[in-house]
Every structure is written in C-alpha cells, then in structure tokens.
C-alpha cells in the first residue's frame, strides 16, 4: 500500500492454544502529519457465518440458546439466544453454513442468501461474520439438531414467532449482536 499511514512494527504471539493471541505494535501517522506508536492485543479468532432460519408463511424464526462464556465473564447468564451459526474452519461459507445449520438445527434447507459480511469486532477480532438468510418449513427438517456434543456442543432449539422474536430485540433479552443484526434485517427486508 502506497502511503499507508500504518506501519506494522512487530506481532508477538502471546498465546496460541487455540487461534494466536497477538501484542502488535504500529505506527499511525496521525492527521497532524506526526507518527505515533501503539500496542494492542489482538486475538486472531476465526471467520464466521451465521444464518436467519424464517419460515415466511408460520412467521416464525429458528433460533438456538446456548452457553457463551464470555458473556458469563461479563454479568450475564451465559445462556444466549442466537441465530445458528459457526466458524469456517477453511471452508466456503455457503457451505459451511448448510452444514452449520443442518447439525445445529436438523434442517436442510433449500437455499441460503447472502446478506452481508461484518467485521465481528475490529479493534480486538480480526474475525469476520458472514451473514446469511434462510427460508425453511416444518417439512425440511431431517434430524434432531442441537450441535456435536463430542465437540462440547449443547445447543437448545427455540423457535420464536417475529412479533416475539422482535419483542425481545427490543427488551435487551436477546443480546447477541449477530442475531440482532438478522432479526432487524428480517424487519426491514422480509417481513
Ligand atoms: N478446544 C477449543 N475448542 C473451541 C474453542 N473455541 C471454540 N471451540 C470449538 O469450536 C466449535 C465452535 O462451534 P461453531 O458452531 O463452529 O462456532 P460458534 O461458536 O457457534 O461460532 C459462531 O458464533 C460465534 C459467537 O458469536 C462467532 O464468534 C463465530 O464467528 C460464529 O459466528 C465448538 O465445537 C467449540 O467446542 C477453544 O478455545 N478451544
Ligand atoms: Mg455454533
């Protein structure tokens, strides 16, 4: 990049059990034309995808809930409702989100739609989510869902009619932001 007003200086790798946990150091050349140096810790986590399941005529959408100890560490719960959802894992995220949305719910739908692609959180993630919307019936569902318990999963079905699901958008109840997102985009686009 040509006049890139960053410089990487260094990535110091913390801690690498599972994605790499980076100290970086920078220079920023700020607007007043001076450089300025800066460390952060950034957590080199995986990409993403994450998927609204809407059944149009029911009026109805496919969530989950499931514990998320980062939450816990920060007040909540832990028991989060969120739209079905996964990490790549090196794979197209089309198909790695049927196959997400398959183990997780037990449906097979027809087609997934691509709706947007977010940075998850950008000063600490390197992470991306890749949004996706999905029309299913009662009649696409071929399996039990609920994750891979051999992999630590234990995920809860909770199907929730839009007026509810928006209710509790609106409540704070629902507070993942990925499955905030799809449900205000299912507002402002599907509904
Ligand atoms: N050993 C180990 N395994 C892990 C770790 N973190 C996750 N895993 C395993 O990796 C799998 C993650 O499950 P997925 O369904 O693929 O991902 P997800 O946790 O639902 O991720 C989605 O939601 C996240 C939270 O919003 C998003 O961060 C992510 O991008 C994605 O959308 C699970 O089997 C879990 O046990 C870890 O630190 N150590
Ligand atoms: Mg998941």
């Known amino acids: 990049m040509q006049d890139d007003p960053i410089r990487i ?11 790499p946990l980076k100290q970086v150091t920078y220079d920023q050349r700020c607007s007043d034309g001076s450089w300025q140096r800066q460390t952060r810790e950034v ?3 995986a990409s ?5 399941l809407y059944d149009r ?9 499931q514990f998320r100890i980062g939450s816990r560490l920060a007040g909540h719960d832990g028991f989060l409702v969120e739209a079905a959802a996964g ?3 090196g794979e197209d995220p089309e198909q790695r989100i049927r196959d997400e949305i398959f183990e997780e719910t037990g449906y097979r739908v027809e087609r997934v ?25 009662p009649a696409m569902r071929e399996a039990k869902g609920g994750g891979k318990r051999d992999e630590g999963e234990d995920i ?8 509810d699901a928006f ?5 704070g109840e629902i507070a993942d932001a990925k499955t905030v997102i799809l449900l205000q985009y299912l507002q402002l686009h599907l509904v």
């Open 156 to 163: 809860e079905l909770v199907e929730l009619s839009y007026e």
């Open 87 to 89: 990490m790549l894992d």
């Open 167 to 171: 209710a509790r958008v609106a409540s």
């Open 48 to 52: 993403g995808a994450a998927v609204l």
């Open 43 to 45: 957590y080199e986590s």
């Open 9 to 19: 200086i260094g990535q110091d790798v913390l801690s690498d059990q599972y994605c």
């Open 113 to 137: 739609d691509k709706v947007l692609e977010l940075f998850a959180s950008p000063a600490s993630l390197t992470e991306r989510v890749h949004y996706f919307v999905a029309a299913f019936t």
């Open 57 to 65: 005529d029911r009026r109805t959408v496919q969530l989950t809930r």
